[in-house]
């Protein structure tokens, strides 16, 4: 009777020993050939869109403010190059609700060299006119070309040549707004509170403050842009130097691992729980200093979203918050460092071993560089395509009327023939100004999905260049572990080896496990935009799902980004494609879960409070210096608007440089101790089948010693 197949194992089966394997293997073939193909596919659509978008966008519809016309003010080697300023016919209608909706003032709007700096109707410049040409010569700036004095008020609204006032303004952000005072407690413009809008009708300073308001709030974004923009050229040179030392500051931790990696440890923890100290005492302080200030006792929800950050710093709330948050952050690394101390010592003993690893193959330290580099031409690429789609086009324009009332009201309309058609015969006042750009064009009729198409390829590079660090750095050490006396036995050139195997045969399969991880993250952005979209038409259960489906996608991604990552060390060393890989890492895994849970967390832990306590030194140096405490030693930046901005961008560099040098430590003891997990399965530590990991590591990790060469014989 014939014996009965054993069924395979859920974990599959342990890898048995193979007296020819050395390590990566060096005989390999091309696999996951046709996600190759694909990927190459659309690395070639999207240079094609980046060619097609760069002759249909032009970036300086984003800098220019553009008149009724289209017309950029400002623009070199056009009629407006001298005029620079948006000057607004009649701003009161700015006022409109439908300002909000159509995101246009509906008033006539030209480009003009300078702002009005006196009240003057149309009425009074005609009267004036007859005694001293200079009233026209003054009052047509304000003018269309077209226009003559010896119109009448009728002529010149029915043609829309003229505004019927001007008053006092002064430039901001290159438009021309009313230059409001206040006058003993009471708003005025121009030592005036009414004054006439030029048809007879006297209109008060606070209207015109509402119209003002009404093209302000289209504004504010654009206005905290400037302003951020301008503390960034104020402090780059200070950014970078915060940046330069954060990566010097990285690299000598990485350096000094190799060598007293506890006594490192020590000084990590010590010295993230002093920066969050530090935090909660200056939160402290401020909180106390504010005490004396009565503005300060408003809550945040009584100032509502404000433009102006400014505001939220001179609450105590503000900064009874942020102490509450950093002592919950204190809290719990000072539980974590309690309840981990253990797991902590083999967190440092495969650091130590890393930093061997590391030592001998030292261009791994370099290697970062190369991501930085893929990685910023990625985002560079994406975003001047984003620019260029978002400003291709011909000028289209609409139908905007006073009221908003029209039936007309944003259709399409031709400016040349406008005046002649029915339009402003059924709305009164009704204009066809310039609106967008935009066209029917193939191309524009699928702009949208041309966004979407950038966004994903974007995604799916910047994926597919981590994937191909992870993999070329899995394939040098495990090309470490798998010497049996180091360093004579390494291959030369390690890096570079697994770099081009990589490339030349596996670029399909890290194209397909970065594929993957896309999709889950363009779903991710697409129910953020979504929820964005639909905000205000939500209701609890549509929330409640929003919610639940965040925190799907967000550990559906974690969980694959842990298996994408094993899957690459064991494409690195065996050369399968991606799904075999992924299975064969998942079954080593299963079979030493517990294995896993003790070194994969912990050793992160380990690494997070170095990027803590890098970016936080970085971070105090840079509050210190940005909001002037250090006068006596640097001559920091001075009248900065938003100190906060250089910052955070201080802060956020620093961590994503000590992110770039310690993930290089992290996919080192990963890869030890995948190649660990196989090394207890092929050998069993005798004289034929010696072990390749350390003793020490190996007593640490198995909580037993191996076992005697004599006994074993």
Same mark, same amino acid.
């Given at each position: 009777m014939a014996r009965k197949r054993k069924p395979p194992s859920i974990k599959g089966d342990p890898r048995t020993y193979d007296p020819n394997f050395k390590g990566p293997v060096v005989n390999r073939n091309s696999t996951d050939v046709l996600c190759c193909f694909i990927f190459v596919l659309f690395i070639l659509g999207y240079i094609f869109l980046g060619l097609i978008a760069w002759s249909k966008g032009d970036p300086r519809r984003v800098t220019y403010p553009a008149d009724s016309q289209g017309h950029f003010c400002g623009q070199k080697g056009t009629p407006n190059e001298n005029k620079s300023i948006l000057f607004y016919f009649n701003m009161l209608r700015c006022a409109s609700p439908s300002v909000m909706i159509n995101? #246009?003032?509906?008033?006539? #709007?030209?480009?003009?060299?300078?702002c009005p700096e006196k009240f003057l109707t149309y009425m009074e410049m005609q009267i004036l006119y007859k005694k001293d040409q200079s009233y026209w010569n003054y009052y047509r700036q304000f003018c269309k070309s077209t226009a003559k004095p010896t119109k009448s008020l009728t002529e010149i609204l029915i043609d829309d040549d003229c505004p019927t006032a001007i008053f006092p303004s002064r430039p901001f952000l290159q438009r021309c707004f009313p230059a409001f005072s206040n006058k003993n407690g009471t708003l005025t413009?121009?030592?005036?509170?009414?004054?006439?809008?030029?048809s007879g009708r006297m209109t008060n300073v606070l209207e015109l403050r509402e119209a003002a308001h009404g093209i302000n709030r289209l504004l504010d974004a654009r206005e905290i842009g400037l302003k951020v923009f301008e503390d960034y050229a104020t402090t780059w040179y200070w950014i970078l130097i915060g940046l330069t030392i954060a990566m010097v500051l990285s690299w000598m931790f990485l350096v000094l691992l190799r060598y007293i990696a506890g006594f490192l440890f020590w000084i990590f923890m010590f010295g993230v729980l002093g920066v969050v100290g530090y935090g909660i005492w200056y939160c402290v302080q401020e909180y106390i200093r504010l005490q004396k200030h009565p503005g300060a006792e408003l809550t945040l929800y009584e100032i509502g979203i404000q433009t102006d950050v400014k505001m939220y710093f001179q609450l105590k709330q503000t900064w009874f918050a942020l102490m509450i948050i950093l002592c919950i952050v204190e809290a719990a690394i000072i539980l974590l460092l309690i309840f981990l101390r253990k797991r902590i010592r083999l967190a440092i003993i495969l650091l130590k071993e890393g930093s061997k690893a590391i030592g001998c193959i030292p261009s791994t330290l370099?290697?970062?560089?190369l991501t930085f580099i893929l990685l910023s031409i990625c985002i560079s690429y994406w975003v001047v395509i984003a620019v260029f789609l978002a400003t291709s086009g011909i000028p289209v324009y609409k139908v905007s009327a006073p009221g908003g009332t029209c039936i007309h009201e944003n259709k399409i309309c031709d400016p040349t023939i406008f005046n002649t058609t029915e339009i402003p015969k059924v709305c009164p006042g009704a204009l066809c100004n310039f609106a967008f750009f935009g066209g029917n064009s193939l191309y524009h009729q699928y702009i949208t999905a041309l966004h979407i198409y950038n966004v994903f390829v974007f995604l799916w590079l910047i994926n597919f260049v981590i994937a191909l660090g992870q993999c070329a750095l899995a394939g040098a050490f495990a090309a470490y572990y798998w010497a049996m006396r180091k360093p004579t036995d390494i291959p030369p050139h390690p890096l570079l080896t697994s770099f081009g195997h990589a490339v030349r045969y596996h670029t399909g399969s890290l194209a397909f496990g970065s594929l993957i991880l896309a999709l889950i993250q363009m779903l991710k952005v697409i129910l953020e935009y979504l929820d964005r979209r639909l905000k205000n038409a939500q209701n609890n259960i549509a929330k409640f799902l929003h919610c639940c489906l965040g925190c799907c996608f967000w550990c559906l991604e974690k969980v694959v980004k842990f298996l994408n990552r094993n899957a690459y060390i064991m494409i690195a060393i065996y050369g399968k494609?991606?799904?075999?890989?992924?299975?064969?890492a998942f079954n080593l895994l299963m079979r030493n879960i517990l294995k896993v849970t003790v070194t994969d967390e912990v050793t992160q832990f380990v690494l997070l409070l170095g990027k803590l306590l890098v970016s936080g030194l970085i971070g105090i140096l840079g509050f210190l210096l940005f909001t002037q405490k250090l006068p006596a030693i640097l001559g920091g930046p001075t009248s900065l608007n938003y100190y906060w901005v250089p910052l955070l961008t201080v802060i956020l560099g620093s961590y994503l440089i000590a992110h770039g040098f310690f993930s290089v430590y992290a996919m080192c003891v990963e890869t030890i101790f995948l190649c660990f997990c196989e090394d207890l399965e092929r050998n069993d530590g005798s004289t034929e089948r010696p072990y390749f990991i350390t003793p020490s590591l190996h007593e640490i990790l198995t909580k037993r010693r191996p076992v005697?060469?004599?006994q074993k014989e």
């Open positions: 995101l #246009q003032c509906p008033t006539t #709007q030209i480009c003009v060299s300078k413009i121009g030592n005036r509170i009414h004054f006439e809008d030029g370099v290697y970062p560089v494609n991606f799904c075999k890989s992924a299975r064969d005697p060469q004599i």
